[in-house]
């Protein structure tokens, strides 16, 4: 697996939450022989027993079990240990959900029958960041003290915590969230806003956010990305330079020497991939 993606240019990779625990030790050989350099890791990483045996439930920061909430602290601290041992520099999180309904898949059905503009979609739209408002609160506290709590953790480890944004609306945080989350954390050097390029460009899509104002607001906490592209309205994942994503537009606004990690769906073409990677690094001059 890592032998095909230095054969595609990249020299460094993010570990993802998919990642099965009997790869670490290849993955530990090749570290320790510097035939790769580990960027960051995907939490929670290795993949838990959990979702092997898919029975993950709500193991999130935000849950409102005790016993979910411990276990994905427990997971986490796990993971920022394998960070220490890889050498990488960050792990990534999201904060979970909230008590919502997959109300950001209703909105998408309407786009795509090209009705973005219509009177059901506005006062569905509406409705939904009333609700989403309203039922996220508890949620975010809680998701909120288990992120302090890793943190903590995160900083006697020397390892940064990268909160990601997601592509639902019903998911913590918000815009609104994680503004007011990073300003909470505005002096804490090992956190910081980890962007999502085909997230963001979905939830623009729906008319919820604007890319590139999105990005000049968060440009102070920006720490990493994740770099895909997006077909429209919502088809993520899809190899850069491939989709709608006006790149020129914003990649002047990425701060210089943080990572940029090609997330992109495993059934990607190796060949798209390969005749993507040096486009890219001559319009933008970034490996």
Same mark, same amino acid.
């Given at each position: ?12 990779? #993010? ?10 030790? $290849? +993955? ?9 350099? &580990? ?10 027993i959990? %979702?092997?045996?898919? *029975?993950?439930g ?8 005790t016993?979910?909430?411990?276990? %994905?602290? *427990?997971l986490?601290?796990?993971t &920022?240990d ?6 990488? #520099? ?5 904060? $979970?959900?909230?008590?919502?309904d997959e ?8 786009? *795509?029958?090209?009705? +973005? ?10 409705? =939904?960041v ?5 039922v ?6 809680r998701?909120?003290?288990? @992120?302090?709590w890793?943190v ?7 390892v940064? /915590? =990268? ?26 050097p090992?956190?910081g806003?980890?962007?999502?390029? $085909?997230s %963001? ?6 008319? @919820?956010?604007n890319?590139?104002?999105w990005l #000049?607001?968060? !440009?102070?906490? /920006? &720490? ?7 077909q ?10 491939? =989709?709608?994503?006006?790149?020129? !537009?914003?990649?002047?606004? /990425?701060?210089?020497? +943080?990572? +940029? ?5 495993s059934?990607r073409?190796?060949?798209? &991939? ?6 890219w690094?001559?319009?933008?001059? /970034?490996?």
């Amino acid at each position: 697996m890592l032998g095909e993606i230095r054969t595609m240019g990249f020299e460094s990779i #993010e570990l993802g939450s998919n990642l099965k625990i009997s790869q670490l030790p $290849g +993955i530990r050989r090749l570290h320790q022989r510097k035939r790769i350099r &580990i960027t960051a890791l995907r939490n929670f990483c290795p993949s838990p027993i959990e %979702a092997i045996a898919q *029975q993950y439930g709500r193991c999130e920061f935000s849950s409102a079990e005790t016993k979910d909430r411990e276990r %994905a602290k *427990q997971l986490t601290l796990q993971t &920022i240990d394998y960070a220490k041992e890889l050498d990488a #520099e960050f792990v990534i999180v999201d904060l $979970g959900q909230t008590a919502m309904d997959e109300y950001t898949n209703r909105l998408v059905k309407y786009v *795509q029958r090209n009705e +973005i503009h219509s009177r059901d979609y506005v006062r569905h739209k509406l409705a =939904g960041v009333k609700l989403r408002e309203k039922v996220g609160r508890k949620d975010l506290q809680r998701a909120k003290e288990s @992120l302090d709590w890793v943190v903590n953790y995160a900083a006697k480890k020397q390892v940064k /915590i =990268g909160v990601t944004m997601r592509r639902a609306y019903e998911s913590l945080p918000n815009e609104r969230e994680m503004v007011e989350l990073m300003k909470d954390y505005e002096k804490n050097p090992f956190v910081g806003y980890w962007h999502d390029f $085909g997230s %963001a460009q979905v939830k623009a899509n729906l008319g @919820l956010i604007n890319h590139r104002q999105w990005l #000049e607001k968060m !440009e102070p906490f /920006i &720490i990493g990305c994740h770099l895909h592209d997006v077909q429209w309205p919502d088809k993520t994942h899809c190899v850069p330079l491939s =989709g709608m994503i006006e790149f020129d !537009e914003l990649m002047d606004i /990425i701060p210089s020497r +943080i990572p +940029i990690v090609w997330e992109l769906d495993s059934s990607r073409r190796k060949a798209d &991939i390969k005749q993507a990677l040096p486009v890219w690094e001559q319009k933008f001059g /970034i490996k």
